[in-house]
């Protein structure tokens, strides 16, 4: 079963459980995928689905950093909430430490020398990382290794 039939099952049985927390994340994340695939008159595949649900995370990621910067509990709890909704349809991670170990087969692969190679080094780790490992983590570990 791909990953937007599974979503879309996951939102039948929210609504027959009428769980309207997890009802309305679910039918956020399904209307972000119609859009995307009516924008750009594609079908999604899995890939871009667990993009989709990554852009969407950290979306939710930086609103509940500005609600608790604005003492917004409330509206924080119900964005963190969503988040793990939402990452539930992600697959596991890697590990800080994969990541490194990823990155650095990449740089050697790649070629790269310095901090002016990290496009290029990019450009071969969100290929093959895409999905699986938080970006933020992945261009920390890029910068490292080239300024090494």
Not at 88 to 107: D, G, N, T
Not at 117 to 132: F, I, T
Request: charged share 30%; hydrophobic share 45%; no cysteine.
């Amino acid at each position: 079963m791909s990953l937007k039939d599974q979503i879309t099952e996951d939102m039948k049985t929210a609504m027959r459980a009428k769980d309207s927390a997890r009802l309305g994340t679910i039918r956020l994340l399904q209307a972000a995928m119609k859009q995307k695939e009516v924008d750009e008159r594609v079908t999604l595949d899995d890939a871009a689905v667990i993009a989709i649900v990554d852009k969407l995370i950290k979306q939710r990621k930086d609103s509940v950093t500005a609600y608790v910067q604005a003492n917004r509990q409330d509206l924080a709890d119900q964005e963190s909430s969503e988040i793990k909704v939402l990452e539930a349809y992600l697959p596991q991670r890697l590990s800080p430490e994969e990541i490194q170990a990823a990155v650095k087969a990449i740089v050697a692969q790649v070629g790269a020398s310095g901090p002016g190679d990290m496009g290029k080094v990019m450009g071969a780790v969100k290929a093959q990382l895409a999905g699986k490992a938080d970006m933020g983590l992945v261009s920390a570990a890029v910068k490292a290794a080239l300024a090494g």
